[in-house]
């Protein structure tokens, strides 16, 4: 039984530490692509990698390259390609020069890895994700963007730091877009299934909520040199896992939708079953008044960045 493949476009911050969380998942071999220009760095950090395969436990192999030949019939792909942002840059002001990089990525996927699943990060996602989709020409069950999942994580560890509780038991979810208009889902998180206004005051939610709207700002702010790293890499790896091991994991990630909360043709955040299909399906939910309102404003966010890559 051969081990699953999986590449990594990109090897900056959010490769390197998903590909070490992937390795010491054994979720598969690894294979680290970046530029040409920088296929040794990619070759230095896999090989630093397979050195501390004795201490970490794991036996898959990782590779660095610059060689998209080497992604040859990859099972899964994780797309980190682009540039990051800087203080003061809004994700938006990606847009131009991560277009191109997403658009020759597309092209080799296309090529090389056809029948793979691939997750999507490069900023401003929900554009990237829909840009590649357009030009991969891959079904929709298996393009994805990762947003949700870290949107999510960060929304549950605030709740844990404000209630002192366990992130364990916290489960909440954050919809919408990949941005300031994003959906920290409020009435329906919970800890161990208690409402969360049965712990915090309501100063304390809307403090929680609007910290998770800016959670990711927060941090490029205090790195002072791109953005986060750890908790994104993270978030891609439990996609991964709930992918290659059919976890039928219920992930907010940004999906196409056909229908689906009204939206037609667009990627926007929502709850998606994730599993050996990819994302498997979509579950929906009735929103309240106030909530479909601020569906509604976060619609219009991402379809007006959309609308900026002229695909
Ligand atoms: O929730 C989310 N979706 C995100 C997304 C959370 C955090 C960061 N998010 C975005 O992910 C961020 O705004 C960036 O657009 C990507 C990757 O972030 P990372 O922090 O890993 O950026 P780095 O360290 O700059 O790494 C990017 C790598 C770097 O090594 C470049 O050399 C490489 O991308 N790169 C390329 N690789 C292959 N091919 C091309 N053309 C290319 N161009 C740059």
């Not at 911050?13 to 054994?26: H, P």
């Not at 797309?79 to 990051?84: C, K, N, R, Y």
Request: aromatic share 4%.
């Amino acid at each position: 039984m051969s081990r699953k493949k999986i590449a990594l476009i990109g090897g900056g911050q959010i490769g390197s530490i998903l590909a070490l969380l992937i390795a010491q998942k054994e979720l598969g071999d690894v294979v680290i692509l970046d530029r040409p220009e920088v296929a040794d760095p990619m070759k230095g950090k896999a090989l630093d990698m397979m050195a501390l395969r004795p201490h970490g436990g794991y036996d898959v192999n990782l590779s660095g390259t610059g060689d998209y030949a080497d992604i040859e019939g990859a099972d899964v792909i994780v797309i980190t390609a682009g540039l990051p942002r800087k203080p003061g840059m809004t994700r938006d002001d990606l847009l131009e020069i991560n277009l191109g990089i997403i658009a020759t990525v597309a092209e080799n996927i296309k090529k090389h890895a056809p029948n793979a699943f691939v997750i999507l990060t490069t900023n401003p996602l929900d554009a990237m994700v829909y840009a590649f989709y357009k030009q991969a020409g891959m079904p929709k069950e298996r393009v994805v963007g990762m947003a949700g999942a870290l949107d999510s994580g960060r929304f549950e560890a605030f709740v844990a730091m404000e209630t002192g509780l366990s992130t364990e038991d916290v489960s909440a979810i954050v919809l919408g877009g990949h941005g300031p208009t994003m959906i920290p889902m409020v009435r329906t998180a919970t800890v161990a299934g208690v409402p969360l206004d049965a712990l915090l005051s309501k100063e304390q939610i809307d403090k929680i909520a609007d910290r998770t709207r800016e959670a990711g700002t927060e941090v490029v702010k205090l790195l002072g040199n791109g953005s986060a790293y750890n908790s994104p890499a993270a978030s891609c790896c439990e996609m991964v896992e709930a992918y290659l091991k059919d976890k039928k994991r219920v992930i907010s990630s940004a999906a196409l939708c056909e229908g689906e909360y009204g939206i037609d043709g667009y990627f926007m955040g929502v709850p998606c079953v994730i599993g050996a299909g990819g994302i498997e399906k979509i579950l929906e939910f009735e929103l309240t008044a106030e909530e479909q309102a601020m569906f509604d404003t976060t619609l219009e966010a991402v379809v007006s960045t959309v609308k900026e890559t002229g695909l």
